[in-house]
Structures are given as C-alpha cells and as structure tokens.
C-alpha cells in the first residue's frame, strides 16, 4: 500500500482510467481489470484498500 502512494502508480492508473474510459460501462470494466491485475496475492482486506484507492479517483465523475 506504501509503495502504490510513493511511486504514484495509484493516482496515474486512476488517471488513465478516467482518460481512456469515455462511458460508464468502459471505467468500470477498466477499474475492474485493474482490481484483478493489482489484488492477485494480496490478503482479502488490503485488496479492498487497494481497489478503494486506486480505483475510487476516477470513478468520481459517475
């Protein structure tokens, strides 16, 4: 969880999201794809603090 805040992974995989998913539908798959790609091997709560904030930024504007 450190290191997704110190190297700033977390607020550009965020951003791309917002940039590249133009519909609803599109942001979530993408946010969902991420999810899956970030939490593999991660105890089930860090895997929820992790989606909550690599995903929650881009998901503001729905």
Request: no cysteine.
């Amino acid at each position: 969880m450190q290191r997704i805040g110190m190297t700033g992974i977390g607020s550009k995989l965020s951003s791309i999201i917002s940039q590249i998913g133009e519909t609803s539908l599109l942001k979530l798959v993408l946010g969902m794809i991420v999810t899956i790609v970030l939490d593999m091997g991660v105890p089930t709560i860090a895997a929820y603090m992790l989606a909550a904030s690599v995903s929650a930024p881009a998901f503001n504007s729905l």
